[in-house]
């Protein structure tokens, strides 16, 4: 087992450097995309930049002072602002407008009043749809309930009280705004779940657990996105076809912003991507017992063997959820999230950073053992003692080559590693051939041995 483990952590050290290429090329390549949106973004604010750069330079220097010193007024520039007004602040708004009507003299025709009565009905629609995702069996919650801006305008104008209408538009407007803050929210909460299983829980009842915990914060998000949806819909109606405001929520929008958040395309990738290789692999097989028999492959067979359907799909796939191809979704850029481009691009520009601190690392650690291995070649400890001229020149010998070997090791990281950041794209069909991240930190070999080999991520 020593045996084992041993030449196992061998084959990870002499396969970092092909390791890290990889990343620091895919780390590059990120941070150019989230540069460059950064700055569209940027110039899109036009003065906006110069009051924020003020904003966190005022904020910095209060920092810098004692906490019983700071002034409280100057505003966190970090701190995501929810811009327009909560539910609360509407049906106050529209509960003041009532109580207005009221002391002018205006008849009331129900002890409850409009917004409160157009209040409930939407807290109902709310429960129906938490409760039409938790029971399938026909029950009262599926009976549809149909407020104002549900109807046609022609119903809606004989049918309804005057204002009604303009009641629930309002509500409907903090409810779009209400709905994506907490859509934001737990798909926040749904990242940080998932990375504190992947990095904290391994045994069978903690990952039941956790996967209880990921449900629940999932049905939150389905209904998050459903109250939404139903805003949209309720404002598109009075107002007309793509004039809400608002954009459409489509289920590809819901997703998180820094992060693949679907296992199943991750693992079709990989395996599209596997499947692709092995079929170009045997056609190169067979263009070569083909060759030495000095034959030619037929058009139709090259045709049936070029997998061109195998790249098809991979290229869906990596579109997907491809971290170089991964666009973020409008919803990260809507009502005062436009501040999460900043912290993407931070993101990426620090994953740079980790990957050349880490290459240097491995550089130092590998001049580190070719120098433990050059002390061991003078070597005269208790062990040397009686031992003869040719031993220790044995010794010797295999220290000296230990030391060579990390030597080696160096140089040639050294030279992978040289002018990479300056032509990324240059080796773009490489980079993303379908094995992931993980994938590749398990596919580490030995130099000389098939470096694309594949090991399944533990699922």
């Known amino acids: 087992m020593n045996d084992h483990f041993g030449h196992w952590n061998w084959v990870k050290l002499t396969g970092l450097g092909t390791l890290l290429l990889k990343r620091y090329r895919l780390a590059i390549r990120e941070m150019n995309i989230h540069w460059e949106n950064l700055k569209e973004f940027t110039e899109g604010k036009g003065p906006d930049t110069v009051k924020w750069e003020a904003m966190i330079r005022a904020w910095e220097g209060e920092l810098e002072k004692p906490e019983n010193s700071r002034d409280k007024t100057v505003i966190n520039p970090y701190e995501v602002p929810r811009s327009g007004l909560t539910e609360s602040d509407v049906r106050l708004h529209l509960t003041e407008a009532e109580a207005q009507e009221a002391a002018e ?106 996967q209880a915990l990921l449900k629940r914060n999932q049905r939150q998000i389905e209904s998050d996105a459903k109250k939404y949806r139903a805003a949209w819909r309720a404002l598109e109606s ?56 000095g034959g030619m492959i037929s058009s139709d067979s090259r045709s049936s063997s070029d997998g061109n359907d195998g790249n098809e799909n991979l290229d869906r796939v990596r579109a997907q959820v491809g971290e170089g191809y991964r666009k973020t979704s ?32 491995v550089l130092v650690s590998l001049e580190y053992h070719a120098k433990e291995w050059e002390g061991r070649a003078t070597y005269d400890g208790p062990l040397s003692a009686g031992k003869d001229t040719a031993h220790l020149e044995g010794v010797q010998a295999y220290a000296l080559s230990q030391a060579a070997v990390f030597c080696a090791l160096a140089k040639r990281f050294v030279g992978l590693w040289k002018g990479v950041g300056v032509d990324v794209e240059g080796d773009e069909a490489r980079e993303m051939d379908g094995a992931s ?23």
């Open 238 to 293: 009075i107002r007309g076809e793509g004039k809400s405001g608002w954009k459409k929520l489509s289920h590809q929008d819901v997703r998180m912003m820094g992060n693949d958040d679907n296992s199943a395309l991750g693992m079709e990738r990989k395996w599209v991507g596997k499947q692709t290789r092995d079929r170009e692999a045997a056609l190169n097989a067979v263009m070569q017992t083909d060759n030495n028999h």
């Open 330 to 361: 409008w919803i990260w850029r809507e009502e005062g999230t436009g501040d999460l481009v900043d912290q993407a691009t931070l993101d990426e520009f620090v994953r740079v950073g980790l990957l050349e601190e880490e290459k240097r690392r």
């Open 437 to 459: 991240e993980d994938e590749e930190e398990e596919d580490a070999e030995v130099f000389g041995v098939d470096e694309d080999a594949e090991i399944p991520d533990n699922i």
């Open 105 to 210: 003299g205006l008849f009331a025709i129900h002890d409850v009043g409009p917004t409160a009565f157009l209040s409930q009905l939407l807290e109902l629609e709310d429960q129906h749809n938490r409760q039409t995702d938790e029971d399938e069996a026909e029950h009262v919650e599926n009976i549809p309930i149909v407020l104002p801006l549900s109807l046609p305008a022609s119903e809606r104008i004989s049918g309804c009280r005057s204002g009604l209408a303009s009641i629930e538009e309002q509500l409907r407007k903090a409810h779009l705004r209400a709905s994506l803050n907490s859509l934001q929210n737990h798909l926040h909460i749904k990242f940080r779940l998932l990375t504190y299983r992947k990095t904290n829980i391994k045994a069978q009842g903690m990952i039941t657990k956790s």
